[in-house]
């Protein structure tokens, strides 16, 4: 594989668990436009979230993974960050990885919240 053959994008993984251990996993692909290092964006998220995996994806204005029963005593709020691999897939999210790699760094500064409130995604980064 060429240089320029290398892929240009980026696959976010992450999955939800509830308390009962049923589990939920989906993704997202954004651009690397910028050229980041995988492993420095994926360092970087985990610095970010808590405990090195946990994040509140209304937050950082991912999809929520909650089953669809409904809230119950054994949900919570927290995601989990499993990794970044590079892809050649299409892009599904408009952020580029830096700025999505931003929105982690800065909502964890201001502190994750582990409630249920939907928050608006693209305040994170303005704060």
Known sequence: MTASDEPTHV???YLYRDGDN???LSDVVVDNEDGLSVTEAGSRLRVACESGQWFNAAQVGLAELLFEDGV???DHSWHEFVSLVPTADAVSETRSLTRLV???ERTSRSGWR???DRL???AA???
Do not use: A, M, N, T
Request: with cysteine.
């Open 120 to 122: 608006d995604p693209d």
């Open 114 to 116: 582990i409630d249920f």
């Open 125 to 127: 980064c303005d704060r």
């Open 22 to 24: 049923y589990k939920r």
């Open 11 to 13: 696959r976010l993984v």
């Open 102 to 104: 931003c929105e982690f």
């Open 72 to 74: 119950d005593d054994s």
